[in-house]
């Protein structure tokens, strides 16, 4: 999806009126880091926190709503009766920005359960915004929608298309979230989306790419040459911030500047590699998903496999650049993962990790499925 307009607007000078915006997911994750930055912000006037729960920024609004409800739009139309800790109610004045962050991203979420909220709430949001007059709708899904290709430019172009498939953990649903916005400004005229594109996202979060790295061996599929792109949620939340304040439109990427080879990230983590080829391990990772043994589906080695490094071109020429390094990340991640054990993207128990799957016990139980793959096949072929 490339956007038609130029990407990158001049920043907000002068005495532009302060904005109001609403943050849907607010009471925890991105959502939180980024209702208390802008609660702060002396160009917001008011921030309005919505999620099923009450959070701990102070200085917004706070309201409990599930964002697939269609009643959203009265909110975001007036301040209601806003439930504030911290902040006196602003009256009725209507809101500028939404940011939707409220997904489902959990790797343990039943998969149907999953799709129905994020893209059901994805499209509440945008036609209740519509409805209540709001100007700008900002949204994030990942660069992963780029897809991993072995013939992807390194780094992609933003506007570069959309490649993916859904058969990777949560992109279907980023794909059609990506899909709804191209095609809100068409369906509401004077509405404009923009979108963020994150790189591998770290700080508190949880997904298969972060798991890879809880693993005792990491996982080199043979004959593929991965590059690893990271973003911190510092990094990711600044780049909201950027977006609510106008100072950039369309879609972009947020990430660190550049790429580590993978003989890079196996340097400074000190973990060493286990090469498989292709077909072993395609085969086993789809086998132990089938079996229901690991959340991750086969789709995920993609992402280790092939490159996806993006640009950012677009918020650069906007005057933002990331705070986090690639190193920097990576150490960061490492830290939050440690005393952590994953297999195959299943995360065990420290009973299970101490006894049967220690360090040297995973590394074999992921080369003995292969190995039973291998024998299976053998047994199909007689």
Known sequence: ???????????????????????????????ALLTERLAAAPEIRRVLALDERIGDADGAEWHTIDVRDPAIADLLRTSGAARDRGAQPAGTQPVDVVVH??????????????????????????????????????????????????????????????????????????????????????????????VLRPAVLVGGTDTALTRYFESPRLLV??????????CHVDDLVSALEYAVLEKVDGEFAVGCDGWLEQEEVEELSGIRRMELPPAVALGAAARLH????????????????????????????????????NEQVLAELLTEVAGR?????????????????????ATVALVGTAALVRRARRARRR
Request: a neutral charge; hydrophobic letters at 45%.
């Open 1 to 31: 999806m490339s956007s038609p307009e130029p990407a990158v607007r001049a920043a907000r000078n002068g005495p532009a009126a302060p904005l109001t915006v609403a943050v849907t997911g607010a009471a925890g994750g991105v959502g």
């Open 101 to 194: 962050l409220a997904l489902d991203l959990d790797l343990e979420s039943d998969p149907a359960a999953r799709t129905a909220y994020n893209v059901r709430g994805a499209q509440t949001v945008l036609t209740a915004a519509a409805a209540a007059g709001v100007r700008r709708v900002v949204l994030c899904t990942s660069a992963m929608v780029y897809g991993a290709l072995p013939d992807n430019d390194v780094p992609l172009a933003e506007d570069a298309e959309l490649r993916a498939t859904a058969d990777a953990t949560c992109v279907g649903d980023l794909l059609e979230i990506e899909r709804l916005a191209e095609r809100a400004p068409r369906a509401h005229p004077g509405l404009n989306v923009t």
């Open 221 to 230: 599929v043979a004959g593929s040459r991965p590059r690893w792109q990271f």
């Open 290 to 325: 089938r079996l229901g043994l690991t959340p991750s589906p086969a789709g995920d080695l993609a992402y280790t496999m092939h490159p996806w490094v993006v640009s950012g071109s677009r918020l650069h020429e906007a005057g933002w650049r990331p705070s986090w390094t």
């Open 341 to 361: 054990h994953t297999v195959a993207g299943r995360r065990l128990g420290r009973k299970d990790a101490a006894t049967t799957l220690g360090a040297a016990g």
